[in-house]
């Protein structure tokens, strides 16, 4: 089986910072792309940014400028570290990998449970 955990949500203050961490466990051969995901209250859950397995990027134009998306693939995790946090940001974040599992020729879509993050104005 393979498991996301994530960390590194809580509450901040507009113009704050916070970093996100997701961490990938289990039966891996190889992660392809990661990324962070987001939905807020009433709203679509939408991309936020992601990394392929060589290091390139995207981010939604919300956050472009304001939030980078790394990688360090010898541990499987995946960060976000996000700076001039807004009222807007608010949501919870969901951390997503493709993943080939040990035994398996074919990628697997892998969710995390979700971390909140709060930003008062």
């Known amino acids: 089986q393979v498991q996301l955990v994530e960390s590194g949500g809580g509450l901040v203050q507009a113009g704050g910072s916070l970093r996100l961490s997701c961490a990938a466990s289990?039966?891996?051969?190889?992660?392809?792309?990661m990324g962070w995901y987001r939905q807020a209250p009433g709203k679509q859950r939408e991309l936020v940014a992601a990394?392929?397995?060589?290091?390139?990027?995207n981010y939604a134009d919300s956050v472009k400028g304001r939030f980078t998306i790394s990688r360090d693939n010898a541990k499987n995790t995946v960060y976000l570290q996000m700076n001039s946090l807004k009222p807007e940001d608010t949501a919870v974040y969901y951390c997503?990998?493709?993943?080939?599992?040990?035994?398996?020729?074919?990628?697997?879509?892998?969710w995390g449970q979700g971390t909140q993050v709060t930003v008062s104005s």
């Open positions: 997503n990998a493709r993943i080939v599992r040990l035994g398996v020729s074919y990628e697997y879509n892998y």
């Open positions: 990394i392929t397995s060589r290091g390139s990027t």
């Open positions: 289990g039966t891996i051969f190889n992660i392809n792309a």
